[in-house]
């Protein structure tokens, strides 16, 4: 009768005897379909089962045959020799986070930010990823607080992750966008301050040393966004007890700072003046109502002003074809009609080859030459 075995090379342990289970590991099991095959079974399979396997037949000459089992494990995070779930450092320090992880093959270790923003290495570089059990940040800021991302993968699903927070703790830094502001009494006026500071401060507004609660009078907003706080305060139907300096104050378990705006009264602002219109253009001399202007000859004259109120312009009409400007490439160009208000003042400089002539409106009562 031909008798098979099962042997475990790497532990040196005889598994089974024909159809009996010699080892102690009620994980193992034989059977065979028929006098040629012989099946080994293992159940619940665990790492230690791993190794080489001998199926022996103790035939004369004895023949046998070997296996390797490889027993893969998908990843595990070590709670117990990685870094706690959150953890607190005071800025500018250094701070090291450590995540360990078991399987096999050996799980390797990338650390992202949950935000997916950079993570700054030695200060020198920034990077997207990083590989290693450990990530050692230098001189840490506020900007680095926020979650970071442990994940272990080692190619067998699933991946796994753990997710530790870093806590940036800093005392309250203030700053402010207008320490001067004005608005005009009986209006409505907003103030603001920008807060910075972790643990996660106390802000309020102060007024004659008395804290300004939200009434009719004072609006208060307050928003926040991670370790930052923007402070407004709105002052209603402003009166001349309104007008002087608010502070903003911001306090913690680390420090208190805070910030000092100046509203101050600003007139009511009267009706702007009435734009001067001007206007320019090239002309030759034109004859205005019964006004003569005469020039020396052989000299180049310096500018006349005719003075003409709007009532008169009405009079002005072109005698002949001289009374348009010819402008290179445009044609002629007539003179201004009478749509234009106030007085014209026109002033002519002319020598033997060109004649230029400006024309200025003016807002104000005819006075004669």
Not at 81 to 93: I, K, L, P
Request: glycine share 6%; charged share 20%.
């Amino acid at each position: 009768m031909t008798t098979v075995a099962w042997i475990h090379i790497d532990r040196q342990m005889i598994v089974t005897i024909h159809r009996h289970v010699i080892s102690r590991i009620p994980r193992f099991s034989v059977s065979h379909d028929n006098a040629k095959t012989w099946l080994l079974h293992v159940s619940d399979v665990q790492q230690e089962d791993r190794g080489y396997y001998m199926c022996q037949v103790n035939t004369n000459p004895m023949i046998s045959q070997v296996g390797y089992l490889q027993v893969v494990v998908p990843p595990t995070i070590l709670d117990t020799h990685s870094t706690q779930s959150t953890v607190a450092v005071r800025e500018n320090q250094n701070i090291s986070l450590v995540c360990k992880a078991d399987g096999f093959p050996e799980p390797k270790i990338k650390w992202k930010r949950e935000d997916r923003a950079e993570i700054s290495v030695d200060r020198r570089r920034k990077v997207k990823e990083y590989e290693g059990e450990q990530l050692n940040i230098t001189r840490i800021s506020r900007t680095e607080m926020g979650a970071y991302l442990c994940i272990a993968s080692n190619r067998i699903p699933p991946s796994v992750s753990k997710r530790i927070i870093v806590d940036v703790e800093f005392p309250p830094m203030i700053w402010v966008p207008n320490q001067l502001v004005g608005a005009p009494a009986g209006k409505d006026v907003t103030i603001d301050c920008h807060t910075e500071a972790y643990p996660r401060a106390i802000s309020y507004w102060v007024y004659n040393n008395l804290m300004l609660l939200p009434t009719k009078k004072y609006g208060t907003e307050t928003t926040e966004n991670s370790y930052r706080t923007y402070m407004k305060l709105t002052v209603r139907n402003l009166q001349k007890d309104d007008f002087g300096n608010y502070r903003c104050i911001s306090k913690n378990s680390l420090g208190e700072t805070e910030g000092s705006i100046r509203l101050y009264e600003m007139p009511v602002t009267s009706t702007p003046p009435r734009a001067t219109e001007m206007k320019s253009s090239s002309t030759k001399d034109t004859s205005v109502g019964k006004r003569n202007v005469s020039r020396p000859s052989g000299l180049e004259e310096a500018p006349k002003v005719v003075m003409v109120s709007s009532s008169n312009v009405r009079d002005i009409q072109p005698e002949n074809d001289d009374d348009y400007n010819l402008v290179p490439g445009q044609g002629p160009i007539p003179q201004p009609g009478p749509q234009g208000s106030g007085c014209i003042q026109r002033f002519k400089w002319s020598t033997s080859a060109v004649v230029l002539t400006a024309q200025v409106y003016l807002t104000g009562m005819l006075v004669q030459p």
